[in-house]
């Protein structure tokens, strides 16, 4: 039997190459068994650790419990774990021979990072199921309608697509590994700062500025006036919403060109 | 003669050091073409100027009839490369390896997966076909790496130094596994810095030292220009800095 390459290139075949890519994507995220558990361990441990060790010490806005404040700050911190592991996919990937393969064949090389941008919205879309029914079992009471819901779980894809693109480039800036888990740290980091884990009004006046207009802290509030009603900051639920979306949309689209622009013009060492 | 590779005065500098300056290289369809130099001498560069992914700063290349600057797609519908280190993806078994590089060259699913079979069998890896590659020997890693080379069987194969790293028994197989190859009528361009392989190999051989092809024959005709030496003999003496006026007085003839 003789077989011979395609010579047509249609959008099925780049329909093909993407499910390819998305296909070995998945399936090395699934055998990394480190990754994977931290990522599924992270969102069960860091929700007790703050619901019932930190919580009791913060004061929550209207004497809630602090299961009802904390769930969209551990849904980011997550999602910053998560670009994490994403930027050590690429950067591990980058480092092998099998991208330079890849550059070499006929197929679309977006498809390759396309790959992996999917298989990190997967696994963040786990991490972020948990974390919503861990919060639900420790008692988070949402009291959003099914279309909140959904608008919800819009942002976090949102998000979650933006982080991953963000990391993506980064992992393709770094090279190596282990410079990726290094450059990566500040993915975990950043959603301190910001009103994840308390009310702006709550930090040290130099502190307040930065958590209250940092990226972050629209999307979180997003999440928090859908489920609960109303945000930490004062400011409605649309107007945060509408400069999340923006946010998410700007480190997109500038990530994902300078991912792609990297992944055609990097040369694998 | 018709000609796979043809390429004139390519030329590339990283940092201001020129790693190529005026390569020109032909390849004869059907042929393997061993480019032999030491390490930093510029063979990878050329490889992957040749497989598209690095562009050259001057020179033209044309590589199975696809000029390389204006139709790179083209070229890599044509080729297929076996990068220093293995290029399969560890985490993978071996056979989905081979389905994954057969269904991006947009083979249907069942052929795909006949032709991982086929291929398995054939390079002696069916024993360990769904098992990851990451537990696979050095050995192993580069037949497989050979084997998704050939799910579709390309007109031209770079191999850049495929034996580099393997115990003896290792690099005889594969130097078994490429002489099949080439006898079903594959081009190979291979690089290599062992004398023994491109002799082994190669029906051509070019000595690349400090950016240029410093001499081009059958190993045959390198041998008996240094008075009937071995290989190593006349690579030793093109390559050592000090003994580059020798060269160039014994292979006159020899260069191109």
Known sequence: MTYTAATSSSLADAATDVSVMIGRGLRRSQRDPEAFVTALMLPVVLMLLFVYVFGGAFAAEGGGRYAQYVVPGLIVLCAGQGAGTTAVAIATDMSSGIVDRFRSMPIASSSVLAGQIVASLARNLLATALVIGVGLAVGWRPVASPAQWIAAIGMIVLFILAMSWLAAAAGLLVRSPEAATSATLAFMFVPYLSTAFVPAGTMTRALRPIAANQPFTPVIETMRGLWMGHTSTGASTVHEAILAVIYCAVITVLSAAGASYLFRHRTAA | ?256
């Open chain 2, 1 to 256: 003669m018709t000609y796979t590779v043809e390429a004139l005065g390519i030329r590339k500098a990283f940092g201001g050091k020129q790693v190529l300056d005026g390569v020109d290289l032909a390849v004869a369809t059907s042929s393997v073409f061993a480019l032999l130099g030491p390490n930093g001498a510029g063979k990878t560069t050329l490889i992957r100027i040749l497989a598209t992914l690095t562009k050259p700063d001057a020179g033209v290349a044309t590589v199975a009839g696809h000029d390389l600057r204006t139709d790179p797609r083209g070229v890599r519908r044509s080729i297929s490369l076996t990068g220093q280190y293995a290029a399969v993806d560890e985490v993978l078994t071996g056979r989905e390896n081979l389905v994954m590089m057969g269904r991006l060259l947009h083979l249907p699913r069942r052929a795909a997966r006949l032709r991982a079979d086929e291929l398995l069998a054939d390079f002696g890896l069916a024993d360990a076909a769904d098992t990851r590659v990451k537990t696979y020997s050095g050995g192993m890693r580069r037949r497989l790496d050979l084997a998704v080379s050939m799910v579709v069987r390309p007109p031209l194969l770079f191999l850049d130094e495929p034996t580099t790293g393997l115990d003896p028994r290792s690099r005889q197989q594969l130097w078994g596994v490429v002489k099949g190859l080439a006898d079903e009528g594959v081009t190979v361009l291979l690089t290599t810095q062992y004398l023994e392989e491109a002799d082994r190999l190669a029906s051509t051989v070019a000595v690349l030292h400090q950016g240029r092809i410093v001499a081009q024959g059958t190993p045959a005709e390198l041998k008996s220009r240094a008075d009937g030496a071995s290989l190593d003999d006349v690579f030793f003496a093109l390559t050592e800095p000090d003994a580059q006026a020798d060269a160039d007085f014994a292979f006159k003839g020899a260069v191109r």
